[in-house]
């Protein structure tokens, strides 16, 4: 009798494991993975944008047989005003299945005006200024194409990466010369997330009334042409992997950089416009997960 109670209760143990095993097959492919998606961004130069608001449709992931496929557990339109995710600050845009493997481009399809269409009367990717007031995003074919996400991960079988898309808003929005119109042509990277380390610091000796901006490249890749007036329709410093503006308390920012040696290149403004640079500080090594600090005083630049 008391070896039947023994049999009978493990039975009961039993039971709800296999139960939830099979459930499992039936949502789960063997041998995938999965990836959580997160977004961030870098801050604007000028100071009279408030928001910058953008509404995704659809998530795309180029797939091993080298074609298109959807995410089709992204659950869109959403919108996200971008200038909420600084400063290391991110957002979760979804959790979705992938075949194991190696990846390297995701694609955005955008819900936004495409220039030459005229102003929408209710536009879903826009600016805010400080009045309160907004402006459309125009974008040449973001409805149809997409964006694509450049950066390079890896999904295990019966794991999750975690990775993160920056949007870079700073070289995404530029003016048209006659029109004004606000147009959005991003450039996005992909992180992985366990392998980002940053850069933060204090500077100092900052004159009255003017704005820093730090600009982290890659080792030995700044030139001078960076900083001249930028084309049509494009930004300045347009080699930059990443930068923040100097807050407040003088303390700058910069999250989400891959492993490695980086150049800060530090410039002014004045009144959110482009001033001049200062000075370069060369060679500020990040490694993965780690904060590097690296103060910066203006009068030894």
Same mark, same amino acid.
């Given at each position: ?141 973001? =409805?149809?194409? /997409? ?6 991960? $890896? *999904? &295990?079988? #019966?794991?999750?990466?975690? !990775?993160? @898309? ?27 997330? =366990?392998?980002? /380390? ?6 100092? $000796? *900052? &004159?009255? #009334?003017?704005?820093?901006? !730090?600009? @982290? ?47 800060? !290149?530090? @410039? ?34």
């Amino acid at each position: 009798m008391f070896r039947s109670t023994k049999f009978l209760y493990a039975l009961l143990l039993l039971v709800p494991a296999l139960l939830f095993t099979a459930c499992e097959s039936d949502t789960e492919t063997p041998g995938a993975g999965h990836l959580r998606l997160h977004i961030t961004d870098a801050p604007l130069d000028a100071e009279n944008i408030t928001g910058v608001y953008i509404t995704f449709s659809e998530i795309h992931y180029k797939g091993h047989d080298e074609n298109w496929h959807r995410f089709d557990e992204f659950d869109g339109p959403v919108t996200i005003n971008l200038l909420d995710l600084t400063r290391g600050e991110t957002d979760i845009l979804g959790f979705f299945e992938l075949e194991a493997g190696t990846y390297s481009q995701l694609r955005f399809i955008l819900l936004a005006t495409e220039r030459g269409q005229g102003p929408p009367s209710n536009p879903q990717t826009y600016l805010e200024f400080e009045d309160g007031t907004t402006t459309p995003l125009f974008v040449p074919s973001g =409805e149809q194409t /997409g964006y694509k996400a450049i950066g390079h991960f $890896s *999904v &295990p079988a #019966n794991g999750h990466t975690e !990775v993160t @898309a920056d949007f870079d808003i700073r070289r995404s929005v530029v003016r048209a010369g006659a029109s004004g119109l606000y147009l959005l042509k991003p450039t996005i990277r992909l992180i992985v997330n =366990e392998e980002a /380390g940053r850069i933060t610091g204090e500077v100092t $000796s *900052v &004159p009255e #009334n003017t704005g820093i901006v !730090v600009y @982290a490249y890659e080792s030995g890749t700044y030139t001078e042409e960076e900083a001249a007036e930028p084309e049509a329709e494009q930004s300045r410093f347009p080699g930059a992997v990443n930068t923040d503006m100097v807050d407040e308390e003088g303390i700058y920012h910069i999250d989400f950089l891959a492993p490695g040696s980086y150049d800060l !290149v530090v @410039a002014s403004t004045l009144d959110g416009e482009f001033e001049e640079v200062l000075g370069i500080v060369e060679g500020v090594t990040v490694e993965s997960g780690q904060t590097t600090v690296r103060d910066i005083d203006l009068e030894e630049l």
